[in-house]
């Protein structure tokens, strides 16, 4: 049967493909193949191949015999398969892989890794490959670490996913990937099913090894399990084209499509301005081929939106990929939509219209700025009190009394600083000989400058009216100074220094105690670009949050000290290190950074409220596309679905917003693309592309004009819509080196960083906060910012949503009890330091679902071991906190807000917490932290929550107490000792 399936081979060399094959491999007898001329190609199996361990890996493939690859997930080498080929077949300019594939005991929508074909450099990689988390075939092309040149550039490999969850076990399909100077296609079935551009600097350079299946069966971070057949293996060193690849396909004549059961209609599309703004190019994929394997013509009309038309034109292409551009400069200023429809070529071809939207803007068209101070807020004050110069807010005052920088921080009524602020170059402090108050954006600034024999430093310290005070220092030499060091210390009450945090986010693992208790000093590198740079530093009530966008002007070479926290006897002082070795300054350097004092507004106790699913539906999703607050963009049904969410208009909807993604199918997109994109990933990569609702593009809203566009959409949809209550996902700063809006940054070696975006979305964030409290002002803002509580942006809030965080790390220890501990909770989770009620996502059935999916069936049953245990504890620490829950993936909160209703627990009760004295309610033992104690005030006394994470159960003696009743229970209690 191979001797005529060889026969095939030499058919398809000679008349399908233009190009020869560099290796095919059939697998009927072993694992070795035909190479170029008809010479062999040994492969090498990863076991000691015997005749009969042979017949266990070669079995009835889709012709003649196919290999087995893959893992049974058992011990020992015989359990894997793996087959090695001579790298120096391949070519990392050009190539195409195309083979059968089966998985044997697997499908596409299991939650496990699935290597393929893994080729790889030195520092190379190519894979086809199934992503544990993704139900499709993915194929990535790159770079497995960062070089020096592309630091800073994302991803350091880009991939696509052909979606495929119906694929089922026990089916053959075919597979081709195809690159090309980075153009990176896959297929399946023949048809193009996803593809991408991998950028040159990222491109592999280098292929050293070659195997069928994965190399290193150790190396995914969990064990591979899973069998697949491969057959009919092809590799070429140039990339084939689309009818090759079809051709190659159909010649098989297995699993053929009956083509009229399948609508024409467009499968992908980008559409997207060139970078010099000359052309907006537009590139689309249709679903397949005519009846003859040849491209439909696709009608493309172009007219004004909702207008009349521009231009008719008639698209052709050999295959499934269209491309067609319009000179931007033909098209005057408006709304355009595109209209793709295919010409249909036979009686059965059923063809489907699509649309796409872009706009044309014009300069003169711009939104006015909105400059007035909405609710909790007033304007910025300036007082002149003897030979103080101060700014006053809401909720902060800043004084300046002679020095460069402020003398004291108030929050509230309470002093932060146990001496004034201070810059100092080569350990002598800057002291001020002019101080100034002038007018600035959303509030006033104080403008101080020092004179000193060799330079002259001037300070500009604009503080807006939530209080976030933004320095400028700059630096001018008179001539051609030496500088050994420079820095800026603050130096903090002990009263106000006992807790910090470095905002460092988990979303898989847990990676450690990143906030909490400051008993030690915490340096950081503001440099690497993991986690913000940023600090804070309080207490449970308030604090001073530092941060800055950049490094620039720093002169240091101890980047890990890039800021130091140390805490002492006298309060903590918090360093922020400027020049830390000696340099010749000979032109004016500016550092700049940012300092707001917390909270930023009244925290008001409302619990009731903030009942998710109860009294309040925070999460409501109402678009077609992503975060594109257009009213043409919300679902057809939206009115039923506002109507079936808010229970017929009994709880208010916060409808669905995002923070640093929007949709690339927006109108505004199209146009804007180079300007409003957050650089990496580059421009044009997009995320979730197989789920079109999804799909989104990075945006720095540091791009004026996105602000511009979204605002004009958002003010839209809440006059037309009625959209009175917002949630706002993703909200945190991003890092973004895309110079056309202003971001990125050069150190003084001349490297490149990326910017962390903090000003731009603090002013998206201001903007929408505005124009719905202008609109709405009771209407309620939430913001999901996820372990990452930025003041300059979460102050445009009225509630945090935090948590899906440590999932994977919940999904294999069914608890969080190595991440939760008194002083991390304390320092991450409260929210009052900010003025904010926080509610947590927990993700237990999220994480067995996404990471453990053979848990969740007895998760949802509640026959995992401890399951109840592990709720209570999570629980447990939220109430002992008063901090919230929203219910979900597995948690209810329905009995416990039962007994605070029962108990006669006000929404507005007071809190009385273990770490505060003078409660009603106090410990006396154990001294342990793990064991606490709060309460709350209710009709009859108090609620008292007792939370104990230790590891055994212990003996709590309460203070305060006359009589106790178990809440859960209503059974009395003797004495005023707890088990």
């Not at 058919?11 to 095919?24: K, Q």
């Not at 002019?434 to 006033?444: H, I, P």
């Not at 607050?629 to 057809?636: H, I, Q």
Request: charged share 25%.
């Amino acid at each position: 049967m191979k001797k005529s399936l060889l026969i095939i081979f030499v058919s398809l060399a000679t008349t399908i493909f233009c190009a020869e094959p560099v290796l095919y491999l059939s697998f009927d007898q072993d694992f070795n193949g035909r190479g170029a001329d008809g010479r062999s190609v040994t492969g090498k199996h990863c076991q000691n191949i015997t005749m009969e361990s042979l017949r266990t890996l070669l079995l009835e493939g889709l012709k003649g015999n196919a290999v087995k690859i893959g893992s049974q997930g058992a011990a020992g080498l015989m359990d894997k398969s793996n087959i090695s080929y001579p790298a120096e077949l391949l070519s990392v300019e050009s190539g195409t892989l195309a083979f059968w594939m089966k998985p044997m005991d697997w499908n596409f929508k299991d939650a496990k890794f699935h290597i393929i074909c893994e080729i790889t450099g030195p520092n190379d990689w190519l894979l086809i490959y199934k992503y544990k988390d993704f139900t499709g075939l993915s194929f990535l092309m790159g770079r497995k670490k960062h070089t020096a040149e592309s630091a800073g550039t994302g991803m350091p490999y880009i991939l696509a996913t052909a979606t495929c969850p119906d694929w089922p076990t026990g089916e053959f399909r075919h597979i081709a990937a195809t690159w090309e100077n980075g153009a990176c296609r896959l297929f399946m079935n023949g048809t193009l099913a996803c593809s991408f551009e991998v950028p040159e600097l990222i491109r592999p350079v280098q292929f050293t090894k070659f195997f069928l299946g994965t190399g290193n069966f150790e190396g995914w971070g969990a064990p591979l399990k899973g069998e697949t057949l491969i057959d009919e293996f092809y590799l070429f060193k140039q990339a084939l084209s689309a009818p090759e690849i079809e051709k190659m396909f159909a010649s098989y004549a297995y699993g053929e499509v009956d083509k009229s059961t399948i609508p024409v209609a467009v499968k992908s599309s980008r559409l997207m301005a060139d970078e010099d703004g000359e052309n907006m190019n537009l590139d689309f994929i249709l679903s397949r081929t005519t009846k003859d394997s040849k491209g439909f013509p696709v009608e493309c009309l172009l007219r004004f939106f909702e207008g009349k038309t521009v231009r008719k034109e008639l698209l052709h292409s050999e295959a499934t990929e269209y491309s067609h551009s319009y000179p931007i400069a033909s098209l005057k200023p408006g709304e355009y939509e595109l209209q793709l429809t295919p010409v249909a070529q036979d009686a059965g071809d059923k063809v489907e219209a699509y649309t796409r939207q872009f706009i044309i803007p014009n300069p003169r068209q711009r939104r006015q700025r909105d400059d007035t101070v909405p609710l909790p807020w007033k304007p910025v004050k300036f007082v002149q009190k003897n030979q103080e110069s101060i700014l006053e807010t809401l909720m902060q005052k800043t004084c300046f009394d002679g020095g460069l920088l402020p003398g004291q921080l108030f929050s509230q009524d309470k002093a932060l600083l146990r001496s004034p602020m201070e810059l100092l170059i080569d350990e002598s402090p800057i002291t001020a000989q002019a101080t100034r108050c002038v007018d600035a954006y959303d509030g006033k600034a104080i403008n101080t400058k020092a004179n000193h024999r060799d330079f002259s430093i001037s300070s500009h310290c604009r503080m807006e009216f939530d209080g976030m005070m933004w320095f400028q220092i700059t630096l001018e030499p008179r001539s051609k100074i030496p500088v050994k060091n420079a820095k800026i210390q603050i130096h903090l009450l002990p009263e106000f220094s006992t807790l910090f945090n470095t905002l460092h986010k988990d979303y898989f693992g847990f990676t450690g105690h990143f906030a909490g208790k400051l008993d030690r000093a915490i340096c950081r590198n503001h440099y690497e670009q993991r986690d913000l740079p940023a600090i804070w530093v309080g207490n449970e009530e308030r604090g001073l949050y530092y941060f800055t966008e950049t490094q620039a002007g720093r002169f240091l070479r101890n980047r890990d000290e890039t800021i130091r926290l140390a805490p002492g006897r006298e309060g903590a002082t918090l360093e922020v290190n400027l020049i830390d070795y000696p340099v010749e300054l000979e032109k004016a350097i500016t550092w700049s950074f940012g300092l707001q004092v917390t909270p930023m507004r009244p925290f008001v106790n409302d619990r009731k409220k903030w009942r998710q699913r109860s009294t309040v539906e925070i999460w409501f999703p109402w678009q077609k596309i992503h975060n594109t607050p257009y009213v043409r963009w919300a679902e057809e049904n939206i009115e039923k679905k506002r109507h079936d969410f808010s229970r017929a208009g009994k709880i208010p909807l916060c409808f669905y917003l995002a923070g640093f993604s929007a949709s690339p199918y927006s109108q505004g997109y199209p146009f804007y693309a180079h300007q409003w994109s957050q650089t990496p990933p580059a421009v044009g990569v997009f995320s979730d592309v197989s789920n079109h609702k999804w799909t989104y593009a990075y945006i720095c809203p540091a791009a004026e004009s996105y602000r511009q566009f979204y605002i004009k959409g958002l003010m839209e949809c809440m006059d037309d819509m009625k959209i009175n209550h917002l949630y706002i996902d993703n909200c945190w700063s991003q890092f973004c080196n895309n110079a056309r809006h202003g971001c990125g940054w050069k150190d003084e070696t001349g490297k490149l960083y990326a910017s962390a975006n903090v000003l731009g979305q603090r002013e998206l964030a201001k903007d929408i906060y505005r124009a719905l409290k202008r609109q709405y002002p009771e209407g309620m803002l939430v913001r999901h910012m996820s372990q990452i509580p930025e003041p300059p942006l979460i102050a445009f809030c009225d509630a945090l949503v935090d948590g899906e965080l440590f999932v994977q790390h919940v999904g294999e220890k069914e608890h969080y009890r190595e991440v939760f501990t008194p002083d991390f909770m304390r320092a991450s989770f409260l929210g009052r330091q900010f003025g904010l009620p926080s509610l947590y996502i927990p993700q237990f059935e999220r994480a067995y679902q996404l990471h453990y999916p053979a848990k969740l069936q007895p998760a949802k049953e509640g026959k995992l071991p401890n399951q109840q245990l592990n709720y209570r504890h999570f629980v447990g620490y939220f109430l002992v906190h008063d901090s919230y829950v929203w219910p979900g993936f597995g948690v209810s909160m329905k009995e416990v807000w039962k007994i605070f209703d029962d108990c006669g627990v006000a929404s507005d009760a007071a809190f009385h917490a273990y770490w505060k004295s003078g409660s009603p309610v106090s410990k006396v033992s154990p001294a342990a932290e793990g064991v606490m104690v709060s309460s709350y005030d209710c009709r009859d006394g108090q609620l008292i929550v007792i939370m104990n994470d230790l590891d055994n159960p212990a003996e709590v003696r309460l203070a305060g107490v006359s009589a106790l009743v178990d809440a859960e229970t209503n059974e009395r209690l003797s004495g005023t000792t707890v088990t």
